[in-house]
């Protein structure tokens, strides 16, 4: 079993439509968590980051974490084909150092007009 | 104004060949890395340096090797390929964490996509 669980889509939404995209984790160490967007053929952009719980919006996008869970989603709201992207969540445990960050394999997110 | 750069971006060879993938950062982070991507995208960390030295190395096969001739470089050199090595290689950096912002958000490369027949 992977440490870091991310269903791999694809996930197909209507222009406009409110999109969730989540990971499970087992590592309760992790302290650090990330959603990076990896459009075809580019490498990952990191898009927000959050320390331990609560959420935390940026524009469209907003990244909740429930540690007591080991959940963590990404809302995206007013979906928009430019989304149509691959998500990928990361973490990082904090004691060890952020640095090494742990993938789930990946949402691929389809946005149609 | 590129950030993270590598070459080659495409790479096709055979079984039992030795090739080497280069990077370069022009950001001025001290730590560089190395990851790999597979066919269903799962994308794991190989080899992490700082300043120079190494700091992670996952279970790698030693036919891989890293080298950093200086911070702003990492090189990654694959002796005897075989055919599971075929995979997107993406290069990254990242500056350290500070107590103000405590992580050091890692630049990705555009990747390098080997194949190996």
């Known amino acids: 079993q992977k440490e870091v669980e991310q269903d791999p889509g694809p996930l197909s939404v209507p222009e406009g439509a409110i999109v969730s995209l989540n990971c499970t984790y087992s590592?309760?160490?992790?302290?650090?968590f990330m959603w990076y967007r990896q459009y075809s053929r580019k490498g990952p952009d990191l898009l927000m980051y959050?320390?331990?719980?609560g959420n935390k919006e940026d524009g469209r996008f907003t990244a909740q974490v429930d540690k007591s869970s080991k959940y963590i989603s990404l809302f995206i709201r007013d979906s928009q084909p430019s989304d149509s992207a691959t998500y990928l969540c990361a973490m990082a445990p904090g004691n060890t150092g952020f640095q090494k960050l742990v993938f789930g394999t990946g949402t691929r997110l389809l946005v149609s007009p | 104004d590129t950030a993270v750069s590598q070459t080659p971006k495409y790479l096709v060879t055979q079984m039992g060949n030795d090739k080497s993938i280069k990077c370069e950062q022009n950001l001025g982070h001290d730590t560089m890395y190395w990851y790999k991507q597979d066919s269903k995208k799962f994308l794991k960390i190989m080899f992490s340096?700082?300043?120079?030295?190494?700091?992670i190395n996952e279970t790698v096969p030693n036919r891989f090797s890293p080298k950093s001739p200086d911070k702003a470089h990492l090189n990654l050199h694959i002796n005897s390929l075989e055919l599971g090595d075929s995979a997107v290689y993406f290069c990254a950096s990242s500056l350290p964490g500070t107590s103000g912002s405590p992580y050091g958000e890692q630049f990705f490369g555009p990747g390098t996509r080997l194949t190996v027949l």
């Open positions: 340096y700082n300043n120079k030295e190494l700091i």
């Open positions: 959050t320390y331990s719980s």
């Open positions: 590592n309760s160490a992790f302290q650090y």
